[in-house]
């Protein structure tokens, strides 16, 4: 990985003033309907078929919405999990039955690398680097899960040519938005990229 150069934190300050200029601008109806063609898109690839386990998030305004692909996933008798805390500790807690964050759920346990991440950002690259709003929260989570399947969910205006990085930034598996799948290792695309337990 390559550590935090000077000047980048006015790179990403840009880039987050950027996009969320474009986000503010999207119509929620146009938001919801790229949303759906992204989860359907994430829906028919190998990973999503073959896992047992999804941690999504739930959506905050202006960003890709992977509550069709949460609802998926349930009626598919996988497992949903959704950030939340335990203790003041960030970590992903099951779903429940509506697909909603639940207080009680039991938490995804380090090393669950069936699982598939859709792990939201401010924006991605084509090299899988992701720029999030400031606070490392996925970064520590995804830690966890090192041999997981991690997909930026984005909508297509969110790729920019280059995220500036640290040295604790977890890089995602790939990327898919409303428009295409961009694979850092095309081989996990196609193979299945892990035991189903």
Request: hydrophobic share 40%; aromatic share 8%.
């Amino acid at each position: 990985m390559v550590p935090e150069r000077e000047g980048d934190d006015g790179a990403k300050r840009r880039i987050r003033e950027a996009l969320g200029v474009v986000r503010a601008a999207l119509p929620s109806d146009t938001g919801r309907r790229l949303s759906a063609i992204a989860c359907e898109r994430l829906a028919s690839t190998n990973g999503f078929r073959r896992t047992r386990h999804v941690a999504a998030y739930v959506a905050l305004r202006g960003e890709p919405d992977p509550a069709r692909l949460v609802r998926l996933a349930l009626a598919a008798g996988k497992r949903v999990y959704l950030p939340g805390d335990a203790d003041g500790v960030p970590c992903f807690r099951r779903a429940g039955a509506d697909g909603r964050p639940t207080d009680e759920g039991a938490r995804l346990s380090a090393g669950a690398d069936t699982t598939v991440f859709v792990v939201p950002g401010v924006a991605f690259d084509a090299e899988g680097w992701r720029l999030g709003r400031g606070r490392g929260i996925y970064d520590r989570l995804l830690r966890d899960h090192p041999d997981s399947l991690r997909v930026g969910f984005a909508f297509d205006f969110q790729i920019v040519p280059h995220i500036p990085r640290a040295e604790w930034d977890v890089r995602m598996t790939a990327v898919v938005t409303e428009v295409r799948e961009i694979w850092v290792d095309a081989s996990r695309r196609t193979l299945p990229w892990g035991a189903v337990r």
